[in-house]
Structure formats: C-alpha cells, structure tokens
C-alpha cells in the first residue's frame, strides 16, 4: 500500500514506515503532521486517484526541522576551490600570431 502526496512544490510516494524530507513544516519536533492533499491511494486490490483520493489523509511525524544541506556545504578542506575570475593554472592564452 502506497500514496503519492503534494507538500510545497513536491509530490512524494510514501508508504507505511517511510522516512521523507520535506520542506520546513510547521510544527515542533516529535508532533503530528496531517497530509491532506493526496493526489493517489494504492492498496493491493485498487487504485484511488481522483475524488476518491481526496478524501483520503496521511499523517506523519516529525523527526527533525531543520535546513537541508547545500551542496557547497560538502567540500571539504582537501579540495582546492577554483578562483572564477583567474584562469587555471596550466592555460596559456596564445596572443597574436
């Protein structure tokens, strides 16, 4: 059994026990969170999209809140960053003929 949901811009397919990252939601860690826009409930004999997904809710908890890491926040220290406004080093600009 699965749903497929909207929160912010985004449809997630989640299913009993799935762990998700969205996007801030309002609330305090270790509260409930209602799901009302379902968009399609699957179950292992039918399919619910429509109207009848509508009715549908899903109801999770919130684990944790906080902001999702960038990738530049990943380099790490051993990596060289590259100056955009100097050429690399090796490039020789040929001038003339």
């Known amino acids: 059994m699965y749903a497929v949901i909207r929160t912010g811009s985004k449809q997630y397919r989640v299913a009993p026990g799935d762990t998700i990252k969205v996007e ?55 990596q060289a960053v590259q100056d955009p406004y100097r050429p690399p080093a090796g490039l020789h600009r040929r001038r003339g003929q």
Not at 27 to 42: E, H, N, P, S, Y
Not at 63 to 71: A, F, N, T, V
């Open 24 to 78: 801030r939601m309002p609330g305090k860690v270790g509260g409930k969170i209602t799901f009302d826009q379902v968009l399609a409930v699957r179950s292992d004999d039918q399919l619910l999209t429509g109207a009848d997904a509508a009715k549908a809710t899903v109801t999770g908890k919130i684990i944790e809140q906080g902001r999702h890491q960038s990738k530049s926040d990943e380099v790490s220290q051993d």
